[in-house]
């Protein structure tokens, strides 16, 4: 009756740290995308207001070729 217990036990304590691991790295990768996904907004819109103030041409062309209707 002693192993059952002690192996029930082990099982559980496994379970939890892989749980851990597990919830851990997708928590870890979720932030990482997420921070990856503001940087690049950030960027794009600084080179958007870049282009946009520095090419006025090239931006009336950027707007015609993505706002097809």
Same mark, same amino acid.
């Given at each position: 009756? %002693?192993?059952? &217990? ?7 304590? @496994? /379970?939890? *740290? ?12 979720? %932030?990482?995308? &997420? ?7 950030? @960027? /794009?819109? *600084? ?23």
């Amino acid at each position: 009756m %002693f192993r059952s &217990v002690l192996t029930l036990g082990v099982v559980a304590l @496994v /379970g939890v *740290v892989a749980f851990k691991l597990i919830l851990g790295t997708a928590v870890g990768l979720l %932030f990482f995308l &997420v921070s990856f996904a503001i940087k690049a907004l950030i @960027v /794009g819109a *600084v080179l958007y207001f870049i282009v946009a103030l520095f090419s006025p041409d090239t931006m009336r062309r950027w707007k015609e070729r993505w706002s097809r209707p």
